[in-house]
């Protein structure tokens, strides 16, 4: 069959080979290059919506953290918080009177900071003086008073409220030590963190820390509402992005 075709056919046919080839190869290696640039755009601009939420996140919790030590150093201070509980004072050292409304004070921050509520407290959780009437104060963070008592701590996200704690130690001229608690509404740093847009359908942006030897998810999954919460911190797992970050990395 092939013997009836003539040489001209053949060097036509043989380029036409040639030709599609070199098109074929040349297809092939333009789309891997724009695979490449897509994935590397891609990558830079997931690289710039994390870069940009974490700062306006840090932003957030430099700010609630600038205010504890505002008020820490305040006239608040100044003050023996249990001069109202007579059980108390009989322990506590004598301490000149301050003319320095504490129950006032917390209101006043609460205003101007748009706070849900502020609380002082004892060491063992009870409310001396606050925006809100309780006799003890609760919250499922059990690290929360021991950690807020020596130094600033965050709790983590109460779902049922929606709320973030954030508790500070309070020093006092006479040597008394009681706790500054704050209760900050989440919802709008949920909102802002729980925006997809620029993550497709199933990117999300998350927030955890480390609690002991587990990663601690702050807010909800995107996709899977049964996923665990928590997971260990040296798991193998998808988490490791995380991980890394919670070792200083990025």
Known sequence: ???????????????????????????????????????????????????????????????????????QVSGISETNPYRNNDEEALTEPDTPSVNFDISEYLENIKTQYNFKNLYLLSSDGEVLYGTEEKEKFQIFDASFLSKSLEDVYFSLLQQSSQSIYAGGPIRHRNGQRT????????????????????????????????????????????GDTLLSDRIPFDSTSNAKPIKEALLGNT
């Open 1 to 71: 069959m092939f013997k009836k075709v003539n040489i001209s056919t053949k060097i036509t046919g043989l380029v036409t080979l040639m030709v599609l080839g070199t098109v074929f190869a040349i297809s092939y290696i333009s789309f891997n290059v724009n695979r490449s640039t897509i994935l590397e755009r891609y990558n830079e601009n997931l690289e710039l919506i994390a870069l940009n939420r974490a700062t306006y996140i840090q932003s957030y919790f430099n700010n609630i953290l600038n205010t504890i030590k505002f008020i």
């Open 179 to 222: 706790i500054l608690a704050i209760e900050l509404d989440g919802t709008y740093l949920l909102n802002y963190i729980s925006d997809t847009n620029g993550l497709g359908e199933t990117g999300e942006c998350l927030i955890a820390r480390q609690i002991g030897e587990w990663i601690q998810y702050q807010i909800p999954f995107r």
